[in-house]
Protein backbone atom coordinates (compact mmCIF):
# COMPACT_ATOMS: atom_id res chain seq x y z
CA UNK A 1 0.00 0.00 0.00
CA UNK A 2 1.15 3.57 -0.97
CA UNK A 3 2.23 5.77 1.78
CA UNK A 4 1.47 9.32 0.71
CA UNK A 5 2.18 12.99 1.96
CA UNK A 6 -1.18 14.56 1.55
CA UNK A 7 -0.45 18.50 0.90
CA UNK A 8 -2.52 21.65 2.74
CA UNK A 9 -3.66 22.77 -0.49
CA UNK A 10 -5.82 19.00 -1.50
CA UNK A 11 -7.48 19.28 1.83
CA UNK A 12 -8.38 22.65 1.50
CA UNK A 13 -9.79 21.66 -2.19
CA UNK A 14 -11.76 19.34 -0.57
CA UNK A 15 -12.99 21.03 2.22
CA UNK A 16 -13.76 24.44 0.78
CA UNK A 17 -15.44 22.15 -2.57
CA UNK A 18 -12.91 24.36 -5.08
CA UNK A 19 -14.36 23.32 -8.32
CA UNK A 20 -12.59 21.60 -10.63
CA UNK A 21 -10.08 20.16 -7.89
CA UNK A 22 -12.52 18.85 -5.30
CA UNK A 23 -12.97 16.42 -7.58
CA UNK A 24 -9.67 15.10 -7.07
CA UNK A 25 -9.18 15.88 -3.48
CA UNK A 26 -12.41 13.46 -2.71
CA UNK A 27 -10.67 10.21 -4.55
CA UNK A 28 -7.37 10.58 -2.85
CA UNK A 29 -8.85 11.26 0.41
CA UNK A 30 -11.43 8.97 0.07
CA UNK A 31 -8.83 6.16 -0.63
CA UNK A 32 -7.24 6.95 2.19
CA UNK A 33 -10.54 6.47 4.17
CA UNK A 34 -11.09 2.98 2.63
CA UNK A 35 -7.06 1.91 3.67
CA UNK A 36 -6.62 1.79 0.50
CA UNK A 37 -3.80 4.32 0.91
CA UNK A 38 -1.69 5.45 3.53
CA UNK A 39 -2.61 9.06 3.81
CA UNK A 40 -0.24 11.56 6.36
CA UNK A 41 0.01 15.34 7.31
CA UNK A 42 2.43 17.29 8.97
CA UNK A 43 1.68 19.89 11.85
CA UNK A 44 1.92 22.81 9.54
CA UNK A 45 -0.37 21.16 7.61
CA UNK A 46 -2.99 20.81 9.90
CA UNK A 47 -2.00 24.42 11.73
CA UNK A 48 -2.75 25.78 8.28
CA UNK A 49 -5.65 24.07 7.62
CA UNK A 50 -7.24 25.11 11.05
CA UNK A 51 -6.31 28.24 10.41
CA UNK A 52 -7.80 28.81 6.67
CA UNK A 53 -11.17 26.74 7.87
CA UNK A 54 -11.76 29.03 10.98
CA UNK A 55 -12.33 31.99 8.75
CA UNK A 56 -15.55 30.35 7.63
CA UNK A 57 -16.42 28.26 10.63
CA UNK A 58 -16.58 28.26 13.87
CA UNK A 59 -13.63 26.79 16.21
CA UNK A 60 -16.02 24.23 17.22
CA UNK A 61 -16.78 23.04 13.86
CA UNK A 62 -13.39 22.99 12.45
CA UNK A 63 -12.12 20.91 15.27
CA UNK A 64 -14.84 18.54 14.17
CA UNK A 65 -13.29 18.30 10.64
CA UNK A 66 -10.10 17.94 11.81
CA UNK A 67 -10.63 15.07 13.99
CA UNK A 68 -12.52 13.60 11.23
CA UNK A 69 -9.32 14.03 8.86
CA UNK A 70 -7.29 12.41 11.96
CA UNK A 71 -9.42 9.29 11.62
CA UNK A 72 -7.80 8.19 8.49
CA UNK A 73 -4.35 10.21 8.14
CA UNK A 74 -1.43 10.04 10.42
CA UNK A 75 0.92 12.93 11.43
CA UNK A 76 4.65 12.97 10.35
CA UNK A 77 7.54 14.36 12.73
CA UNK A 78 8.83 17.98 12.36
CA UNK A 79 11.86 17.96 14.49
CA UNK A 80 15.15 19.83 14.43
CA UNK A 81 16.48 18.23 11.87
CA UNK A 82 13.68 18.65 9.45
CA UNK A 83 13.62 22.23 10.12
CA UNK A 84 17.57 22.90 10.00
CA UNK A 85 17.47 21.28 6.48
CA UNK A 86 13.98 23.34 5.15
CA UNK A 87 15.99 26.30 6.37
CA UNK A 88 19.19 25.03 4.57
CA UNK A 89 17.24 24.23 1.44
CA UNK A 90 17.38 25.30 -2.37
CA UNK A 91 13.05 25.19 -2.02
CA UNK A 92 11.94 28.48 -2.46
CA UNK A 93 9.00 28.15 -0.15
CA UNK A 94 9.76 26.85 3.39
CA UNK A 95 6.52 25.68 4.34
CA UNK A 96 6.76 23.21 1.29
CA UNK A 97 10.76 22.49 2.68
CA UNK A 98 9.08 21.79 6.02
CA UNK A 99 6.54 19.01 4.14
CA UNK A 100 9.47 17.91 1.83
CA UNK A 101 11.91 17.00 4.55
CA UNK A 102 9.58 15.73 7.12
CA UNK A 103 7.79 12.91 4.49
CA UNK A 104 12.25 12.25 3.55
CA UNK A 105 13.19 11.73 6.86
CA UNK A 106 9.70 9.42 7.72
CA UNK A 107 11.65 6.78 5.24
CA UNK A 108 7.89 5.92 4.56
CA UNK A 109 6.25 8.72 2.31
CA UNK A 110 6.41 7.01 -1.46
CA UNK A 111 4.73 10.16 -3.18
CA UNK A 112 3.72 13.94 -2.23
CA UNK A 113 0.10 14.61 -3.18
CA UNK A 114 0.08 18.32 -3.92
CA UNK A 115 -1.31 21.12 -6.67
CA UNK A 116 1.69 22.81 -6.13
CA UNK A 117 4.38 20.52 -7.81
CA UNK A 118 6.51 23.33 -9.00
CA UNK A 119 7.67 24.30 -5.73
CA UNK A 120 8.70 20.17 -4.92
CA UNK A 121 11.25 20.16 -7.77
CA UNK A 122 14.27 19.40 -5.56
CA UNK A 123 12.76 16.47 -3.81
CA UNK A 124 14.07 13.05 -3.81
CA UNK A 125 10.51 11.65 -3.96
CA UNK A 126 7.81 11.43 -6.45
CA UNK A 127 5.30 14.06 -6.77
CA UNK A 128 2.21 14.46 -8.63
CA UNK A 129 -0.83 16.62 -8.62
CA UNK A 130 -4.29 14.81 -7.13
CA UNK A 131 -5.43 14.61 -10.81
CA UNK A 132 -2.37 13.00 -12.18
CA UNK A 133 -2.72 10.78 -8.93
CA UNK A 134 -6.13 9.83 -9.63
CA UNK A 135 -5.70 8.92 -13.27
CA UNK A 136 -2.53 6.76 -12.74
CA UNK A 137 -4.41 4.98 -9.72
CA UNK A 138 -7.33 4.57 -11.97
CA UNK A 139 -5.59 3.07 -15.03
CA UNK A 140 -4.23 0.20 -12.46
Known amino acids: MKNILIDSD ?3 DF ?3 RQPFSKYSTYVLGQCELKKLNGFITPVIIS ?3 YLLTKNATHRRVIKKLNQLLTFTDILIIDKQVILK ?3 SGFNDFEDALQ ?3 SEDS ?3 DIIITRNTKDYQKSELSVMTPEMFSKM ?3 K
Open 10 to 12: VIL
Open 15 to 17: FFD
Open 48 to 50: NVY
Open 86 to 88: SMN
Open 100 to 102: NYA
Open 107 to 109: GII
Open 137 to 139: SIL
